[in-house]
């Protein structure tokens, strides 16, 4: 079956400690999304890329990075410069053929900062 | 960047009844899509409900409709005949024809028996 996956669910960081978040997908989406929701909020978008080698900067991408190498693949790493880190990660994927084809999300990741 | 407001935090309906989460955006493009997205507690993000910005139809999913009103910039969900397995969050979302795609804050809709 098709469908997005994200790993590991659960993720423990130590302070000034980058780790990176994985999202694949098997979709054969053109585009991929990060989103942070923290406890009781919506979903804020950190980074997106339409297409492979491409990516731009949401409302909160400082302490952020992506890389979009392959069209199944879009890692997130969470730097050192993240203060605070601490959060629910969601990976999303679409066309991006302009139709009313919806977001399909993975599982999400939960990180904190042990 | 367009944003989504979501102004009711949490709403409350008996089993039954019928209840509308409201949702505006600010956008100065024409076309676009809008979504709701349901997250229960196990926080999976599950569609409930699609519209596209061109068409004039409100869109209807069962139980779940839409009131679009776009020069109003509003795109409210009505649940009708509420069921205890509709308590969740809700998310209203716009995406634009670039793929930038923004979410509301949510509302928490509980369900009493």
């Known amino acids: 079956d098709g469908g997005i996956t994200q790993s590991p669910k659960y993720l423990f960081r130590k302070e000034g400690q980058n780790v990176t978040l994985s999202c694949e997908q098997n979709?054969?989406?053109?585009?991929m999304y990060w989103y942070r929701q923290d406890p009781g909020q919506g979903l804020r978008l950190i980074y997106y890329s339409q297409i492979v080698n491409d990516f731009q900067k949401g409302d909160i991408a400082e302490g952020y990075s992506v890389s979009r190498e392959k069209k199944e693949s879009f890692p997130l790493t969470v730097t050192s410069a993240q203060k605070n880190p601490t959060a629910f990660y969601l990976c999303a994927s679409s066309t991006s053929d302009g139709s009313n084809q919806p977001q399909h999300f993975g599982d999400g990741t939960r990180l904190s900062i042990v | 960047a367009q944003t989504v407001t979501q102004s009711q935090p949490e709403m409350s309906v008996q089993e039954a009844e019928t209840v509308t989460l409201s949702c505006t955006y600010d956008t100065s493009e024409s076309d676009y899509y809008l979504f709701w997205y349901k997250q229960p507690p196990s926080r999976q993000m599950i569609l409930v409900i699609r519209?596209?910005?061109?068409?004039?139809q409100n869109a209807t999913e069962n139980r779940f409709s839409v009131n679009f009103q776009k020069a109003a910039k509003s795109f409210s969900l009505k649940i009708s005949d509420s069921q205890l397995g509709d308590a969740a969050m809700y998310f209203c979302a716009y995406r634009s024809e670039d793929n930038d795609m923004r979410f509301g804050a949510g509302t928490r809709l509980t369900v009493k028996p």
């Open positions: 979709l054969n989406h053109d585009a």
């Open positions: 519209q596209e910005a061109y068409k004039q």
